[in-house]
Each structure stands twice: as structure tokens, then as C-alpha cells.
């Protein structure tokens, strides 16, 4: 079992920048593959970012590439997503996922653990 609470969102405007973090309960957080997804009112819950249990394979969603980073420090049982250049329709509720199971990184479905949410909104 594992728990997950992000925090970090906040307001910002365009062009600005924000660091969600994702801190992971429990001894195993280093043999989980990590995810972040979006989720915009009324769209569908987007990928944004994936790392794997290692940190040595990364993928991003083609609208976040170049602008936002997945990290993950395993000591600290923490992953994070560094966002830069955010613009407004980066605004969503953003969620962390962990997972065990392999499958393309991009389906929410492969994910086992969800935290709760942080909300970014990012005004024009």
C-alpha cells in the first residue's frame, strides 16, 4: 500500500513557474514507477509526465515537453515536477500516481495509488 499527498500547486501567471512535489508513504517507494497526470474540469485526466522505479527512463506528454521536468529523489520517498513557461491551459487539477505493473506509462488505468490533487491555475 501506498500513499501519496502532492503539494505545490498555487496560482501563477503565464510564463511563470511552480514545483509540485508527491511524497510517498511507506519502505517501497523506490520500486514504483511514478506518474503525473492532469485533469481539466470537463476534459479527461491527461498524462503529463512519467519516471521510472530508477529514475533512468522519463516520458512527458507532447504538450508539457520542454517545459516541465519529472524528478524523483527515492531517499526522500519524493517525486517531483519542476513546470516552467506555464501557460493558462496548463490549469488543472494535477495528480500523482505510482505503479508497479508494466504497460504504456500514459494510461491512467496502469496506475495502482493516486494522491488526492493540488491544484495549478495559471492566469492570462
Known amino acids: 500500500q501506498v500513499q501519496l499527498v502532492e503539494s505545490g500547486g498555487g496560482l501563477v501567471q503565464t510564463g511563470g513557474s511552480l514545483r509540485l512535489s508527491c511524497a510517498a508513504s511507506?519502505?517501497?517507494?523506490?520500486?514504483?514507477?511514478m506518474g503525473w497526470f492532469r485533469q481539466a474540469p470537463g476534459k479527461e485526466r491527461e498524462f503529463v509526465a512519467a519516471?521510472?522505479?530508477?529514475?533512468?527512463?522519463?516520458y512527458y506528454g507532447d504538450s508539457v515537453k520542454g517545459r516541465f521536468t519529472i524528478s524523483r529523489d527515492n531517499a526522500k520517498n519524493t517525486v517531483y515536477l519542476q513546470m516552467n513557461n506555464l501557460k493558462p491551459e496548463d490549469t488543472a487539477v494535477y495528480y500523482c500516481?505510482?505503479?508497479?505493473?508494466?504497460?504504456?506509462?500514459?494510461?491512467?488505468?496502469?496506475?495502482?495509488?493516486w494522491g488526492q490533487g493540488t491544484q495549478v491555475t495559471v492566469s492570462s
Open positions: 500516481a505510482a505503479r508497479r505493473r508494466t504497460g504504456n506509462y500514459y494510461y491512467a488505468y496502469t496506475y495502482d495509488y
Open positions: 511507506g519502505r517501497t517507494f523506490s520500486s514504483y514507477a
Open positions: 519516471i521510472s522505479s530508477s529514475g533512468g527512463i522519463i
